[in-house]
């Protein structure tokens, strides 16, 4: 008699655990797809190899993607008298710059209106910038060559033998690590966002653009994951 119910009751058990065990392997599953996922959103996407690129800064010294290696550094284009989106482009990586105060880091900003953009004119605006790294450059060169740059990073510059177009930019920023990738963080909709606005903003989402508005979204992101690529 005990016998018998020892084994209905064992038979029990079997059945419980069979039960439970599927159950225990899904939450071990669903918690690992779950960590998965949140390291994924963290860590940034690889958009793909920088451009090369051989440019004179400032100083008339020859700048090109492999001195960059070993730094992280920021790429824009732009021009020395823009008006408009130029000075706020700048003003928010000098934050940057600011903010993260390291000789790993560096900025590139290459000049769409070269003729204008002389390694000397350039070396004025730097200063009168209050530009204090030395890792900074203020690019110039030929302008078509420029333009294939442009292409080849994805960011826009406008044609130069469109006259109305020839000095509209994008205000889009690259993002490049000490290998030489750009680098980017996943958006809200968890998709890489390729890269960063140079921009100020009318509202804390950075949904509306406005030269003097109070929000700089995009500049704090560079913050964060410029440290990230520092610490890699």
Same mark, same amino acid.
């Given at each position: 008699?005990?016998?018998?119910?020892?084994?209905?009751?064992?038979?029990?058990?079997?059945?419980?655990?069979?039960?439970?065990?599927?159950?225990?392997?899904?939450?071990?599953?669903?918690?690992? &797809?779950?960590?998965? !996922?949140?390291?994924?959103? @963290?860590?940034?996407?690889?958009?793909?190899?920088? +451009? *090369? %690129?051989?440019?004179?800064?400032?100083?008339?010294?020859?700048?090109?993607?492999?001195?960059?290696?070993?730094?992280?550094?920021?790429?824009?284009?732009?021009?020395?008298?823009?008006?408009? &989106?130029?000075?706020? !482009?700048?003003?928010?990586? @000098?934050?940057?710059?600011?903010?993260?105060?390291? +000789? *790993? %880091?560096?900025?590139?900003?290459?000049?769409?209106?070269?003729?204008?953009?002389?390694?000397?004119?350039?070396?004025?605006?730097?200063?009168?910038?209050?530009?204090?790294?030395?890792?900074?450059?203020?690019?110039?060169?030929?302008?078509?060559?420029?333009?294939?740059?442009?292409?080849?990073?994805?960011?826009?510059?406008?044609?130069?033998?469109?006259?109305?177009?020839?000095?509209?930019?994008?205000?889009?920023?690259?993002?490049?690590?000490?290998?030489?990738?750009?680098?980017?963080?996943?958006?809200?909709?968890?998709?890489?966002?390729?890269?960063?606005?140079?921009?100020?903003?009318?509202?804390?989402?950075?949904?509306?653009?406005?030269?003097?508005?109070?929000?700089?979204?995009?500049?704090?992101?560079?913050?964060?994951?410029?440290?990230?690529?520092?610490?890699?």
């Amino acid at each position: 008699m005990y016998s018998k119910k020892k084994s209905k009751k064992a038979l029990g058990n079997r059945k419980i655990w069979k039960a439970t065990v599927p159950a225990i392997l899904l939450a071990i599953i669903f918690t690992g &797809i779950v960590v998965g !996922m949140s390291y994924f959103r @963290k860590s940034l996407f690889t958009v793909m190899t920088v +451009p *090369d %690129f051989q440019l004179m800064d400032q100083n008339g010294k020859m700048i090109s993607n492999k001195d960059m290696l070993g730094k992280v550094y920021l790429v824009e284009f732009f021009y020395s008298t823009c008006p408009t &989106i130029c000075p706020v !482009m700048n003003n928010n990586m @000098k934050f940057v710059d600011r903010e993260i105060n390291s +000789p *790993d %880091f560096g900025i590139i900003s290459v000049s769409i209106d070269p003729k204008r953009d002389t390694p000397e004119v350039l070396k004025k605006y730097a200063d009168a910038l209050g530009v204090k790294n030395p890792n900074w450059h203020f690019l110039t060169g030929d302008r078509d060559y420029i333009g294939k740059i442009a292409d080849e990073f994805n960011i826009y510059v406008g044609d130069k033998e469109d006259e109305s177009e020839s000095l509209n930019h994008s205000g889009m920023i690259a993002l490049v690590d000490k290998n030489g990738k750009i680098r980017c963080r996943y958006g809200t909709n968890h998709t890489p966002i390729l890269y960063y606005s140079g921009l100020n903003y009318k509202d804390a989402e950075g949904k509306t653009p406005q030269l003097n508005g109070p929000y700089h979204p995009e500049r704090q992101w560079l913050v964060e994951d410029i440290r990230k690529l520092l610490d890699e």
